[in-house]
DNA sequence: TCTGGGGTCCTAGGACCC
DNA sequence: TCTGGGGTCCTAGGACCC
């Protein structure tokens, strides 16, 4: 049987904000834990040395699930749910608030880990990875002989590593392609390994639902099985032509390979941020003139923060834009592009302004957000006009909305 | 008792230029 | 003076992912 010209892994850690909680509060292993919401109180330890945990069931306010642990999933919690509909489901569930400083350094962790092992790494978020392992010594020598061999040992070997530096389990998938490979990381979760071939894909990948393909969501999912295709076999057996016809050229195409398990994207081990952003969601809705002052200092606020973001990551950006969300969950966008990159929290602020101006505030708004895109490293950008000089131009005050 | 926050990529129309 | 065809940039919205 001809082997694939190249072995990727993609490692997935498990439940993995809630697995560094567990390591934070070990006595909750096995309990149904929920991390989520903006202000839930932190677990605190009474006078007798018992501890006292926020409840679910006495959550109020618009958070999500972040994570949950695999004992509430049984529960029927998830990962983006609205916490209060999970309180109906797991009202005793434990409530803790994320702490992603300690996420991110378990996420360092886990990289550098896996890093010792196999070098070539795409990052895909806090807690996932692909990795190249076509030339890590032991899956290179076993080519001929025992290919899977040698590939398996290489994954126990990465699966220990992480162990040891974070005291966490993943689940990894090696398949000759990223999709398969993503795939398969689930397959076997958690604390898993599984390795598949192009040969195993009728019986380990076709029977699986269309939305366990990554790039098959919500939308393009409910419409594949109003069309009567459930499985990923059955994209598969339909006529490509068809496919294009209802979903346009480009999915279309895409879908067909994916289903046949093709991907040729290679791993990225760098990449430049595109945009920078930050938005927030209010408690309660508010209204254009009414809260007029409350919107403008939020505004500042994200503005200033994403000032910071950009003096942290050392970018300047060119294009400004602003999303408000509406009552009724419409979304609106406005976005300007300028003359040259901007970077100070009072030019964003000013920017975010003139594209406030053209949306038409007819109804209260729950979020508000602003981005910066068009990025050039803030080296390039020209000096700035000294603050003196700037406050005399005319146009600087009342401009903004809010 | 709906629906966070931070991203990427794609599409499609219009402006503008050659 | 009734109408082409690219290419690129900008803008708005939307799907999708972690």
Not at 220 to 228: E, I, S, T, Y
Not at 361 to 377: E, S, T
Not at 388 to 393: C, D
Request: with cysteine.
């Amino acid at each position: 049987m001809p082997q694939p010209d190249r072995w990727i892994a993609h490692l997935d850690m498990d439940a993995f904000y809630a697995s560094v909680e567990l390591l934070r509060y070990p006595q909750l292993k096995g309990e149904a834990v929920v991390i989520g919401g903006r202000r839930a109180d932190a677990p605190r330890q009474r006078e007798d040395g018992s501890w006292q945990y926020a409840r679910l069931r006495d959550y109020t306010g618009r958070g999500v699930v972040t994570t949950s642990t695999y004992a509430a999933r049984d529960l029927g919690v998830f990962s983006a749910m609205g916490l209060m509909k999970a309180a109906l489901r797991a009202p005793d569930a434990i409530l803790l608030p994320a702490d992603f400083d300690s996420y991110r350094k378990y996420s360092r962790l886990f990289k550098a880990a896996v890093a010792e092992v196999a070098p070539v790494i795409e990052d895909r978020g806090i807690d996932e990875i692909y990795i190249d392992l076509t030339d890590v010594p032991g899956v290179r020598d076993a080519v001929g002989h025992d290919p899977l061999g040698g590939v398996k040992a290489v994954a126990r070997e990465i699966k220990n590593s992480v162990w040891r530096a974070t005291g966490l389990t993943c689940s990894i998938g090696i398949t000759p392609n990223k999709l398969l490979s993503k795939i398969a990381s689930e397959l076997d979760k958690p604390d898993g390994i599984t390795v598949l071939t192009l040969a195993d894909i009728p019986a380990r990948i076709w029977p699986l639902a269309v939305r366990k393909i990554n790039g098959i969501g919500p939308k393009a999912g409910d419409r594949l099985v109003k069309l009567g295709l459930q499985t990923v076999g059955d994209i598969a057996a339909a006529d490509p032509r068809w496919l294009i016809e209802q979903f346009g050229e480009s999915y279309g195409h895409w879908l067909h390979n994916a289903a046949h398990g093709r991907d040729s994207r290679p791993i990225v081990t760098h990449s430049e941020p595109v945009s920078i952003s930050r938005e927030t969601t209010f408690e309660r809705d508010l209204h254009a003139v009414h809260d007029k002052a409350l919107l403008g200092g939020i505004m500042d606020e994200l503005c200033e923060r994403l000032a910071q973001d950009l003096a942290r990551k050392r970018y300047a950006g060119k294009t400004v834009g602003i999303k408000l969300r509406f009552e009724g969950f419409v979304t609106v966008t406005r976005d300007q592009t300028l003359k040259t990159p901007i970077l100070t929290a009072a030019d964003i602020r000013h920017a975010a302004g003139l594209c406030l101006k053209r949306v038409k505030f007819d109804k209260r708004l729950r979020l508000m957000g602003v981005r910066i895109g068009n990025l050039v490293h803030a080296s390039e950008v020209p000096p700035a006009v000294p603050a003196a000089e700037r406050a005399k131009a005319p146009e600087r005050e009342n401009l903004s909305l809010f």
